[in-house]
Every structure is written in structure tokens, then in C-alpha cells.
């Protein structure tokens, strides 16, 4: 995997948790309504327009992780993520 493939799956997985800590009611409503682990990845794809891999992933967060200081630090590090793609791709050119 080259360092921008890297950076483009981190920065995929890091926004799923940014909307689904942005959306944490609907996300639990999801998780709680479903019928096993599978059920749930399609609810977190529907309601929230999760891809597959982010709403698998977004299942894997601890409840301790789904405070405002998580999501803080989410988005900073989807912002830093954006913009390390940026000068990755600037690089390239």
C-alpha cells in the first residue's frame, strides 16, 4: 500500500466515525435494532450513508470513544489527513 492509498483509507475510515459520533443517537438506534453484527453494517449504511467498511469499523468503537472530545479529534485529524493528501498528491505532480 503506497502512503497516499494509506492516507486515502485512514482518512475514509476517520470521516465514517466523524458521522457517526456527529449522528451517535440514530448510530446506537442502528446497533441496538439489529439482529446481529451484519444487520447492523446495513443499518449504519442506510441511515447514515456509510460505506461498508465505515460502518464495520464505526462498530468497532469503544462507547468511551463517542464523547465530544473523540469527535474533536476526529475531525482535526480528518483535516490533517486532507491536507497531507494534498501535499502527497501536490508531490506527485
Known amino acids: 500500500m503506497t502512503k497516499k492509498e494509506a492516507i486515502q483509507s485512514r482518512l475514509h475510515i476517520a470521516e465514517g466515525f466523524v458521522r457517526v459520533l456527529e449522528h451517535s443517537k440514530r448510530a446506537r438506534k ?39 472530545a473523540s469527535l474533536s479529534a476526529l475531525k482535526a485529524e480528518t483535516k490533517n489527513l486532507k491536507r497531507e493528501l494534498k501535499h502527497t498528491e501536490d508531490d506527485a505532480t
Not at 49 to 56: D, S
Request: glycine share 2%.
Open 30 to 68: 442502528c446497533i441496538v435494532k439489529s439482529k446481529n453484527r451484519a444487520h447492523a453494517v446495513k443499518l449504519l449504511q442506510e441511515e447514515l450513508g456509510l460505506t461498508k467498511v465505515q460502518a464495520e469499523s464505526s462498530l468497532e468503537l469503544r462507547m468511551s470513544q463517542l464523547s465530544d
